[in-house]
């Protein structure tokens, strides 16, 4: 239920400071960078991902149902490791950033560093933010 509750302040963080967390790029870069690595997986290991996982950056019905009910979380966790720090951040880059942000949040900084250190510098930058 914690983490329930640090994923949705996330959203409303992100609502807040938005700009100074995609404006420059950096984390969109690095998730569809992800997404087009679990696209390749997907498609190598027999499933047809819809093309738009590539490129689509916001929510999407189709990948979002795709992934949960085509592939199944359960199934997800074999191609997002080290790749995202969950299946369900794998949907939107909204959702990339409320998972890293719980990662943070919950103290396992050092694997989200690890396995997505731009979006890891932004929450640290947001945190840093709060301690002034």
Not at 42 to 70: G, H
Not at 92 to 116: H, P, Q, T, W
């Amino acid at each position: 239920m914690i983490d329930d509750i640090i994923h949705e302040i996330a959203h409303s963080i992100e609502e807040m400071y938005g700009h100074g967390i995609y404006d420059d790029g950096a984390i969109e870069r690095e998730f569809l960078g992800k997404r087009r690595r679990l696209y390749a997986e997907l498609e190598a290991n027999d499933y047809e991902p819809p093309k738009e996982l590539q490129y689509k950056t916001d929510f999407s019905q189709k990948i979002d149902d795709y992934l949960y009910e085509d592939v199944t979380y359960d199934a997800m966790w074999h191609f997002v490791g080290g790749l995202f720090p969950s299946p369900y951040a794998a949907t939107s880059i909204r959702e990339y950033f409320a998972r890293g942000f719980e990662e943070y949040v919950m103290d396992n900084k050092k694997e989200l560093k690890s396995i997505c250190p731009l979006l890891y510098k932004k929450i640290k930058a947001l945190h840093s933010m709060e301690e002034q």
